[in-house]
C-alpha cells in the first residue's frame, strides 16, 4: 500500500539554525500539507500546497516556514531560524482531492526538537 | 465555539465494552468528516469517513447530524488494542480542503 515517508525521523537542532524536513507524498496526489503537533496537545494546521503554490496557511506559518516541492517527488518544509517554540512532531500529508474523496494521508512525522 | 470540540477523556473502560465519543463543530460549510486515531507519538491514521446517511464497518459505526453539527463515534466489543486517542476531524472548504482536529479522545480499554 502506497504511503507517505519522512526524513529525518528525529531532528536535533540548536537555536537560532535552519532546518529542512523532508517528506515523499504517495505519488499520484497533488495536494500536499503540513502540520505540527505540540507534545500533548493537538494536530493543527500549517500550509497546504498545490500546483506548486501555497493554497493556504495559518497564522502559524510565519515568514520563518517556506514550503517547496524542489523535484516530482520530494515536499519540504523549510524553518529558517528554528525557536524553542518549534520543538513539535511535524507531519506531512497529501491527497487526491476529487469530488469522491478529500482523505488525507499522514507521514510518520518528523521531530523537531530545538535546544 | 472551538472549530473542533471533543470530550478530551480519558475513557478507562473494561474490554467488551461499548464506548461512544462525541464531536461537535462549529462551521456549518463543512461537508467532510473523518475519524482518525493516534497511537501515542505515532501519525494520526484514518479510521474511518463519517457519511451523511451513517456507516458502520465492522466494530466501528460513526453518524453525523448535520442540523446539531455533531458527529459520534461507536465502538463495540473493545479491543485492548483499541486504546488510543481518537480525533474528530471537520474539512473546512477552500481550494485545498483544510482539515481541522479536534483534540482527541483518549481511550484506555484495560483487561
Known amino acids: 500500500e502506497p504511503e507517505v515517508t519522512q526524513t529525518p525521523s528525529h531532528q536535533v537542532t540548536q537555536m537560532g539554525q535552519e532546518v529542512i524536513l523532508r517528506c515523499v507524498p504517495i505519488?499520484?496526489?497533488?495536494?500536499f500539507y503540513w502540520y505540527r503537533q505540540i507534545l500533548g496537545q493537538k494536530v493543527e494546521f500549517l500550509v497546504s500546497?498545490?500546483?506548486?503554490?501555497?493554497?493556504?496557511k495559518s497564522e502559524i506559518f510565519d515568514d520563518q516556514f517556506s514550503v517547496e516541492r524542489p523535484d516530482g517527488s520530494n515536499f519540504t518544509l523549510k524553518i529558517r531560524s528554528t525557536k524553542l517554540e518549534d520543538s513539535a512532531m511535524y507531519f506531512c500529508a497529501s491527497s487526491v482531492l476529487t469530488e469522491d474523496t478529500d482523505t488525507q494521508y499522514f507521514g510518520p512525522g518528523t521531530r523537531l526538537t530545538v535546544l | 465555539r472551538k472549530e473542533v470540540e471533543q470530550d478530551p477523556g480519558p475513557f478507562n473502560v473494561p474490554e467488551g465494552a461499548t464506548v461512544a465519543f462525541n464531536c461537535t463543530y462549529s462551521?456549518?460549510?463543512?461537508?467532510?468528516f473523518f475519524w482518525y486515531r493516534q497511537d501515542c507519538r505515532k501519525e494520526p491514521k484514518l479510521l474511518m469517513s463519517?457519511?451523511?446517511s451513517g456507516n458502520e464497518d465492522g466494530r466501528f459505526t460513526a453518524q453525523l447530524n448535520r442540523a446539531s453539527q455533531y458527529i459520534s463515534l461507536l465502538i463495540r466489543d473493545s479491543k485492548l488494542s483499541d486504546s488510543a486517542t481518537y480525533l474528530c476531524?471537520?474539512?473546512?472548504?477552500?481550494?485545498?480542503?483544510?482539515?481541522?482536529f479536534g483534540s482527541g479522545t483518549r481511550l484506555s480499554i484495560r483487561p
Open positions: 463519517v457519511y451523511s
Open positions: 500546497f498545490y500546483n506548486n503554490e501555497i493554497s493556504e
Open positions: 462551521n456549518s460549510a463543512s461537508q467532510s
Open positions: 476531524v471537520v474539512n473546512i472548504p477552500s481550494s485545498a480542503s483544510k482539515i481541522i
Open positions: 505519488s499520484n496526489h497533488l495536494y
